[in-house]
């Protein structure tokens, strides 16, 4: 089968490689429609994050069940099915509270294991023709239609994008009538500002420097803030404040809280410093929010932070050691949420956003492109611009 093949920072190629095979009884092969690269291959792709060359990368799978091992009860050859990037066992002591993203049993290296990614475990990527999928009972999510219906690009934001997006408002608090900012518009950003507004959320700026994705954010329902012109946490202060119908109500004392509810970093450790745009500060982003969210809010970070980044310019960021304005977090009492997305706990409910009509994740796909296209695709995403989010389809001829 052909298939996505990390060969060292920026180089990837399609190659034969071994066909997917069952490998327990509990296991499904899955014929993959759709698969989608993400703002997490990146890390790997720059170098930042090592996979080993030779792996196949993508954790982002739709598709058709092709084979099911003898033990499989619940999905079957034919079915249309949508996995979590998180691959989980369901019955480990984390799995049974939700917390699928840290599965004790399926990585010998830590909890948490995951397709095609870096310390992970030992899983195929799912940018390729077919995937092995383990504890395919629970893992598929059983979906209507017929692949390659106009459904497609939303059910595939549904193995990580659209729930990490939703995670982050969960990080967050996000509640209805909240104020929300939210820094990177990249994905996971675009769709955290998608579930920021289906919560009722009565603000949402969104931050970022590339015009294409923040036009995407404008068209979400968000307030577009640019940090190519500056501090974004100013920026963002004097629209507030120069919004009358915002400050006109204010009770006594209420100038004290001039930032909003909620604060979500997009964006993690490979952030920008909108001071020396052409550097990155690792802790950029967190110490913005910081200064931004109002005394008794909430901050969530999406965004991915190492516990190692020999990749870091910074000494401490090498040692995944990121300074933090901590006093004055913890003097305005604000909470930090963090961690990766356990998918398989708001797979259900979000997928039954998107066939009532509610939801539309896959708004924010700019490119829908053959799997062949894959080197071009990663050169491109890998700019963070124009193409917001980039499906791959084995399927489609080139
Ligand atoms: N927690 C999870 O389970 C989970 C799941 C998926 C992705 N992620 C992580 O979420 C992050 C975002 O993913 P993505 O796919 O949207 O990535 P992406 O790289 O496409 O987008 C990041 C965006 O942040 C912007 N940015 C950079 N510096 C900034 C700054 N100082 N302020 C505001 N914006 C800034 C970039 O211009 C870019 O548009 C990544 O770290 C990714 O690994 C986490
Ligand atoms: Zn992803
Ligand atoms: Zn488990």
């Known amino acids: 089968m052909k298939a996505v093949v990390y060969d060292g920072p920026h180089q990837v190629d399609i190659r034969d490689v071994e066909d997917a095979r069952l490998e327990s009884p509990r296991d499904a092969i899955v014929r993959i429609t759709s698969s989608a690269i993400c703002g997490s291959d990146l890390h790997m792709y720059d170098g930042r994050t090592d996979i080993g060359s030779g792996a196949v990368l993508g954790h982002e799978p739709l598709?058709?069940?092709e084979e099911v091992g003898d033990a499989v009860e619940l999905?079957?050859?034919?079915d249309r099915v949508v996995m979590p990037f998180n691959v989980a066992c369901g019955v480990c002591y984390n799995c049974v509270r939700g917390f699928t993203n840290a599965c004790l049993t399926v990585n010998p290296k830590q909890a948490g294991g995951a397709y095609g990614y870096?310390?992970?475990?030992?899983?195929?990527?799912?940018?390729?023709?077919?995937l092995r999928v383990p504890f395919a009972d629970f893992a598929c999510l059983k979906l209507p239609g017929e692949p390659g219906d106009a459904m497609e690009d939303d059910f595939v934001m549904l193995a990580d994008i659209f729930p990490t997006g939703y995670h982050a408002t969960e990080l967050a608090h996000v509640k209805a009538g909240d104020s929300v900012a939210i820094f990177g518009a990249g994905p996971v950003g675009l769709l955290a500002a998608h579930s920021a507004m289906l919560k009722g959320a009565s603000e949402v700026y969104v931050v970022d420097r590339s015009p294409a994705r923040l036009k995407k954010a404008e068209e979400i329902g968000a307030i577009p803030v640019d940090f190519s012109k500056g501090d974004p946490v100013e920026q963002i202060l004097e629209m507030r404040m120069n919004n009358q119908m915002i400050?006109?109500?204010k009770r006594p004392g209420e100038e004290k809280m001039p930032g909003v509810t909620c604060g979500i970093d997009a964006v993690g450790y490979q952030a920008v410093d909108w001071e020396h745009q052409d550097k990155n500060e690792p802790n950029r982003v967190i110490n913005d929010l910081i200064r931004l969210v109002n005394p008794t809010g909430h901050i969530g970070v999406i965004g991915v932070y190492m516990p190692e980044d020999p990749g870091a310019e910074q000494p401490q960021a090498k040692q995944g050691e990121f300074p933090l304005w901590f006093g004055e977090l913890w003097s305005k009492g604000l909470t930090v949420g963090t961690g990766q997305t356990?998918?398989?706990s708001l797979q259900f409910l979000l997928r039954d956003l998107i066939v009532s009509g509610h939801a539309k994740p896959g708004m924010i796909v700019s490119q829908d492109l053959p799997l062949?296209?894959?080197?071009?695709?990663y050169k491109e995403f890998d700019k963070r611009d124009g193409w917001t989010k980039v499906v791959l389809h084995p399927g489609m001829q080139a």
């Open 63 to 65: 598709g058709v069940v």
């Open 75 to 78: 999905v079957k050859k034919g």
């Open 118 to 130: 870096a310390e992970m475990g030992p899983y195929k990527g799912a940018q390729a023709e077919y």
């Open 247 to 249: 400050m006109s109500e």
């Open 342 to 344: 356990p998918v398989k």
């Open 372 to 377: 062949t296209k894959a080197p071009d695709a």
